[in-house]
């Protein structure tokens, strides 16, 4: 069974850095794009970023967020990270590491595995 699994949420100042984690088990990890989510309270889920398969290079960022995030993958470590830097109050939300046996990309509906979310609290 496919299991994706998030860590390094947390609370942080205004202008200070996170960086999330996620490790899939149950796939080929090497062979799946990669995305980040986020859904803030009464708001609907949204992309943040993506990276493609290894044979790929594509990624993918949202544009609020391009310039302070920064996805990566480690294939030998079956692990998807986001470095997020200069966070924002409006940057709070759960986020959600997806697995898509497709390729990445921006739409939710293109991811086939989704973990359980971390939290993200960004205070002004």
């Known amino acids: 069974q496919v299991q994706l699994v998030e860590s390094g949420g947390g609370l942080v100042q205004a202008g200070g850095s996170l960086q999330l984690s996620c490790t899939a088990s149950?796939?080929?990890?090497?062979?799946?794009?990669m995305g980040w989510f986020r859904q803030a309270p009464g708001k609907d889920r949204e992309f943040v970023a993506a990276?493609?398969?290894?044979?790929?290079?594509?990624?993918l960022y949202r544009d609020s967020v391009k310039g302070r995030f920064t996805i990566s993958r480690d294939n030998a470590k079956n692990t998807v990270y986001l470095q997020m830097n200069s966070l924002k109050p409006e940057d709070t939300a759960v986020y959600y590491c997806?697995?898509?046996?497709?390729?990445?990309?921006?739409?939710?509906?293109?991811?086939?595995?989704w973990g359980q979310g971390t939290q993200v609290t960004v205070s002004s």
């Open positions: 997806a697995a898509s046996a497709g390729w990445a990309s921006r739409w939710t509906n293109d991811y086939d595995y």
């Open positions: 149950g796939l080929t990890f090497s062979s799946y794009g």
């Open positions: 990276a493609a398969s290894g044979s790929g290079t594509t990624i």
